[in-house]
């Protein structure tokens, strides 16, 4: 295994659909006439980005990820606080 960088990341949201849907509308978006993409004007935070589903100007809770690529070539992304609890997450980037 060879350790490529460590990121740091939003967590997930946790929550129903509901809240999820609740808190994307609570960002003011608009598109981005360069890349078409949808962008919040008050916090800055892009419409596919994990931050939208939290409330606008909110900072959501974040986690460390390792990334590296294993012998094929394939890039994995390992969240080592979750396995600090003993759950396994490993993950191929496609």
């Known amino acids: 295994m060879q350790i490529i960088t460590t990121i740091n990341e939003p967590i ?4 129903t659909v ?9 960002h003011l978006w608009w598109q981005d006439p360069e ?4 962008v919040c ?12 589903k939290y409330p606008c100007g909110t900072e959501p809770p974040r986690r460390d990820v390792v990334v590296w690529v294993d012998a ?3 890039q994995h992304r390992n969240h080592p606080t979750l396995a ?11």
């Open 41 to 52: 004007d008050r916090c800055a935070c892009k419409g596919w980005h994990k931050a939208a």
């Open 84 to 94: 600090a609890l003993g759950i396994a997450s490993d993950e191929i980037v496609e």
């Open 12 to 15: 997930p949201f946790i929550g």
């Open 35 to 38: 890349s078409w993409e949808s």
């Open 18 to 26: 509901d809240e999820m849907l609740a808190n994307y509308n609570t």
């Open 72 to 74: 094929e070539g394939n």
